[in-house]
């Protein structure tokens, strides 16, 4: 049998994006506020959009955690910002942290000992801790794995990074 601490760790890597992807931290890094609004050719969206998603993906997720009886935005369009919204330099900064603060509620969730993981949450069809934190993972780690191809594909990477 696999210990609650093993399942605990395992869930933070995931969390944190080290395991098999690249992490939150390692995709914004640097990223150059003349192209916050960008968008490059044939995508629809945004870079600065594309976090903004992430941010609300993952803040509804944790609000569903915490509180019985969240009401989820609408589908799929409470999702993303607005396709002509735009931001400042300070608004994208703001997406960043918001993402961070929110990830690292889900990380102190999930490393308390006193969380069941496998509880099902009052309210849901038999959703628990455990199936939420790997839907946001799995949804972080495709959206930003999204977003290092988009940086790529913009040529928004600093000039002297690796790889």
Not at 74 to 100: C, H, I, K, N, Q
Not at 132 to 156: C, K, P, S, W
């Given at each position: ?119 099902v949450l009052p ?41």
């Amino acid at each position: 049998m696999i210990s609650g601490e093993i399942v605990r760790e395992q869930l933070l890597g995931l969390l944190d994006g080290e395991d098999a992807h690249m992490t939150f931290a390692e995709a914004v890094a640097d990223f150059p506020a003349t192209a916050i609004n960008a968008r490059a050719p044939k995508v629809a969206y945004s870079p600065w959009h594309l976090l903004e998603h992430l941010r609300i993906t993952q803040w509804d997720i944790l609000e569903y955690v915490r509180k019985p009886g969240h009401v989820s935005p609408d589908w799929p369009a409470g999702y993303w910002p607005a396709p002509d919204a735009l931001t400042t330099p300070e608004g994208f900064a703001a997406t960043v942290a918001s993402f961070r603060a929110d990830q690292a509620a889900l990380r102190a969730l999930v490393a308390n000992p006193a969380t069941d993981l496998l509880a099902v949450l009052p309210g849901t069809p038999g959703h628990t801790i455990l199936r939420e934190v790997r839907i946001v993972a799995d949804h972080n780690a495709y959206h930003v794995g999204e977003f290092a191809i988009l940086r790529q594909v913009m040529g928004t990477w600093p000039p002297d990074r690796p790889g």
